[in-house]
């Protein structure tokens, strides 16, 4: 947890970071119930000023890989058919693979909003009498099974039960106060407030497979020294993370980290300019230029 009042170069000193906690055990969910609780205030003791103070925090945005991004979202991944976390972009499979289909994929949408996504989770278990809870998944179908002698038990007495289990897990709280808690965080936009992760997204993603189908033309068209005497010889003064070792990149091209994407991302289309094919030295180009405030964003 980091303090946003507070310039970059201090945030990124030892003193200014607040570990807060982090379990194997705990899922995403439980732990951000935590933020919700400290809507009220937070007491503390003013050192300099000797006296208790009451902190009052609001969320700015929330830090993670896209998968943990996603559950905090409420929202269930890549795999599902509207598979973004911030708009409704998305249909069926058959649909997103038709050439209409895949075209709408590339248009936003009607953005998410955390009241929608309770709304819709609330419909959800008075639709399904709270299928999405696995243990009463189990009892529904104990509760329906029948054999020799054994007469399946009506639907209303099973609509009975399956209400009394979900009203034992609530423990007395509302469907409301048991869904994710960041859905309800005043001042906060769980769709808006989580960033992309630049790291897996962008770097390691498609600026790894471009470097690396780059690397492999280079090799065809036996061009690989010239590339690593301009990438040995490039000037490094105005680079946003100078990492560029010549010798440690191209010797270890299929091992490389995002730091390195980083760097090259900036100077891939000086050095490969007189290269390889106009269609490469485009895609590098759009990369550079579409990605321009991703790669900027610092990388440890």
């Known amino acids: 947890m980091s303090n946003v009042n507070l310039p970059r170069e201090m945030l990124e000193k030892e003193f200014c970071i607040r570990f807060v906690t982090s379990s194997p055990h705990a899922a995403p969910m439980e732990m951000m119930s935590a933020i919700k609780a400290m809507e009220s205030g937070v007491f503390t003791w003013d050192c300099k000023h000797k006296e208790e103070v009451m902190l009052e925090l609001y969320g700015l945005f929330l830090g993670g890989d896209n998968p943990m991004q996603a559950k905090e979202c409420s929202h269930a991944g890549l795999h599902c058919n509207y598979f973004c976390r911030t708009c409704e972009v998305g249909r069926t499979k058959e649909y997103k693979e038709s050439d209409e289909g895949y075209k709408s994929i590339f248009v936003p949408r009607k953005l998410r909003t955390p009241a929608g996504t309770a709304e819709e989770i609330c419909a959800q278990f008075a639709s399904a ?154 895609g590098w180009t759009s990369i550079v230029l579409t990605q321009d405030n991703s790669i900027r964003v610092n990388v440890k």
Request: glycine share 6%; with cysteine.
């Open 129 to 282: 009498l709270c299928s999405v809870l696995e243990t009463v998944i189990e009892l529904r179908k104990k509760l329906r099974k029948w054999g020799t002698g054994i007469q399946a038990k009506p639907e209303s007495e099973v609509k009975a039960i399956l209400e009394k289990q979900l009203e034992d897990l609530l423990r007395g709280s509302t469907i409301e106060d048991a869904i994710n808690p960041l859905l309800g965080v005043e001042g906060f936009n769980v769709h808006q407030d989580t960033p992309m992760e630049i790291l897996h997204t962008v770097l390691l993603g498609v600026v790894k497979y471009f470097w690396g189908q780059s690397v492999y033309l280079l090799e065809k068209a036996e061009l690989s020294d010239i590339f690593q005497m301009r990438l040995d010889s490039i000037e490094k003064d105005g680079l946003n993370a100078p990492c560029l070792n010549a010798d440690y990149i191209c010797h270890y091209k299929g091992r490389l980290i995002g730091k390195h994407f980083k760097s090259l991302a900036q100077v891939m289309p000086f050095l490969i300019q007189d290269l390889l094919l106009r269609m490469v030295l485009d």
